[in-house]
């Protein structure tokens, strides 16, 4: 590099090199030491649902009239967001491959989107946990429905029978239908000018409660069905 006269023998030297170095390396990769991420997203997928069930279940757990210790939730909730973080990576890496080893990559695209949702509505529902009574009647049959969807996502990505989940709407339908008698008993208190209630309390504290697990029943529902086709193309 120091002799300007051999200049041009040099870079021509070093173009052809790595030319020839990529090109082997190309070619080792593609067919030689091949490593496609659609034979390692399915354990990204699992451990995913097994650390949102978790944190989802720890946080839950205050409605139900159950103790957590708080390092028990503290690991659930990093658990949740490194394996969010781990699968959003892996889907990255899947998009960067070529095309003919890419299965269902719009499913596995809203799979990533709908645990975002997922977690983003635990999180929310943590904030709100503490502010109202525990109810085990009233919100333990809601958080078993949603349990048994993430379970059974889970259970159908590692190609295992799961049960059938028949009475989600029953569950849902109680706790809406307590919202609503709060609701309309609130309409009813405005439109006779009390301000000021023991309902408004209630209802201002069960309302945020009620809104989030119906988001994380109907994110939760949709993992279950795109579970449904991932595990039809994706190996256990």
């Known amino acids: 590099l120091l002799n300007a006269n051999n200049f041009k023998a040099v870079v021509t030297d070093r173009i052809i090199d790595?030319?020839?170095?990529?090109?082997?390396a190309f070619v080792a990769n593609i067919f030689l030491l091949p490593v496609w991420e659609k034979e390692q997203v399915t354990d990204n997928m699992i451990k995913m649902l097994e650390h949102n069930l978790q944190y989802f279940l720890d946080v839950a757990?205050?409605?139900?009239?159950k103790k957590i210790a708080i390092n028990e939730?503290?690991?659930?909730?990093?658990?949740?967001?490194?394996s969010l973080a781990n699968l959003s990576d892996a889907f990255n890496r899947m998009l960067s491959e070529p095309?003919?080893?890419?299965?269902?990559?719009?499913?596995?695209h809203q799979f990533?989107?709908?645990?975002?949702?997922?977690?983003?509505?635990?999180?929310?529902l943590s904030l709100f946990r503490q502010q109202t009574q525990p109810n085990a009647d009233l919100f333990s049959?809601?958080?078993?429905?949603?349990?048994?969807?993430?379970?059974?996502?889970?259970?159908?990505?590692?190609?295992?029978?799961?049960?059938?989940?028949?009475?989600?709407?029953?569950?849902?339908?109680?706790l809406n239908d307590k919202l609503n008698d709060l609701l309309q008993q609130r309409k009813y208190e405005l439109d006779n000018s009390i301000l000021e209630s023991e309902t408004k309390k209630n209802l201002a504290?069960?309302?945020?409660i009620a809104d989030q697990l119906n988001f994380i029943d109907k994110a939760a529902s949709d993992i279950e069905k795109l579970s449904n086709d991932l595990a039809i193309e994706y190996p256990k």
């Not at 939730?73 to 490194?82: D, E, I, T």
């Not at 949603?146 to 049960?163: D, M, P, T, V, Y």
């Open 18 to 24: 790595t030319a020839i170095g990529s090109a082997i």
């Open 61 to 65: 757990s205050a409605l139900c009239g």
């Open 73 to 82: 939730y503290k690991l659930s909730r990093k658990n949740a967001f490194v």
């Open 99 to 108: 095309k003919t080893k890419q299965k269902k990559i719009r499913e596995v």
């Open 112 to 124: 990533v989107v709908a645990n975002h949702m997922l977690t983003s509505g635990i999180a929310t």
């Open 141 to 174: 049959p809601v958080v078993n429905i949603i349990f048994k969807r993430l379970n059974g996502a889970k259970k159908k990505l590692q190609h295992q029978i799961q049960e059938k989940n028949t009475d989600h709407k029953t569950a849902l339908r109680a």
């Open 205 to 208: 504290a069960f309302k945020p």
